[in-house]
């Protein structure tokens, strides 16, 4: 069992940028492959970053690569997302998500642990 909190999110013009962070406790961290979600208005939560145990391996939904990096500190339990060049259709809920099985994961279905989300509206 792991608990996941979101923080970072805000309100912010189109071009600006913002970290999100995800804060584990519970089991140890680097156990769980991470992945972010996002849900935007009246759309399907859909992947957007995913990165494995000890952050060897990274991988991105086409909409934010370039523009969107992921990143673990084990050492104090926490996920990162790094949000550039920020545009209106980022704007969505943002989920950080946990597993154990191998392999990076792009499907919601494939998580066991969900945090509750932080808004992040952008500006346009």
């Known amino acids: 069992q792991v608990q996941l909190v979101e923080s970072g999110g805000g309100l912010v013009q189109a071009g600006g940028s913002l970290r999100l962070s995800c804060a584990a406790s519970?089991?140890?961290?680097?156990?769980?492959?991470m992945d972010w979600f996002r849900q935007a208005p009246g759309k399907e939560r859909e992947f957007v970053a995913a990165?494995?145990?000890?952050?060897?391996?990274?991988s991105y939904a086409n909409s934010v690569k370039g523009r969107f990096t992921i990143s673990r500190d084990n050492a104090k339990n926490t996920l990162y997302l790094q949000m550039n060049s920020l545009k209106s259709d980022d704007t969505a809920v943002y989920y950080c998500?946990?597993?154990?099985?191998?392999?990076?994961?792009?499907?919601?279905?494939?998580?066991?642990?969900w945090g509750k989300g932080t808004l992040v509206t952008v500006s346009s």
């Open positions: 998500a946990a597993y154990t099985a191998a392999g990076l994961r792009t499907s919601a279905d494939g998580m066991a642990f």
């Open positions: 990165i494995t145990r000890i952050g060897d391996g990274t």
């Open positions: 519970g089991r140890t961290f680097s156990s769980f492959n």
